[in-house]
Nanobody, 122 residues
Framework: QVQLVESGGGLVQAGGSLRLSCAAS????????MGWYRQAPGKQRELVAS???????NYADSVKGRFSISRDNTKNTVNLQMNSLKPDDTAVYYC????????????????WGKGTLVTVSS
């Protein structure tokens, strides 16, 4: 049974930082693509960042230069370091795993965590 558990969300002031983590189980972690999505109230879920098994990364334009995705194949975790946070970054952030490479054009697929709420105050 695939399980993804996110952690690290919370309330932060604009300009601050947070680090999200996602612990995966029930999969062969090292061969899968991992992604972080977010969904703000009233908006569609959107890709924030993704990372391939060999740690190639992909970012949404809105977070380039501010967010960094990484993975630890020994601990089956994927992390999202978020710096210079803005109120527009407020959303529920979801961890995603799938076999195919995850790009902006990819439809939502694979397995999902339950999400962690990030709130950025102005």
């Amino acid at each position: 049974q695939v399980q993804l558990v996110e952690s690290g969300g919370g309330l932060v002031q604009a300009g601050g930082s947070l680090r999200l983590s996602c612990a995966a189980s029930g999969i062969i972690f090292r061969v899968n693509n991992m992604g972080w999505y977010r969904q703000a109230p009233g908006k569609q879920r959107e890709l924030v960042a993704s990372i391939t098994p060999d740690s190639s990364t992909n970012y949404a334009d809105s977070v380039k230069g501010r967010f960094s995705i990484s993975r630890d194949n020994t601990k089956n975790t994927v992390n999202l370091q978020m710096n210079s946070l803005k109120p527009d970054d407020t959303a529920v952030y979801y961890c995603n795993v799938r076999g195919d490479r995850i790009t902006i054009a990819s439809p939502p697929a694979g397995y999902w965590g339950k999400g962690t709420l990030v709130t950025v105050s102005s």
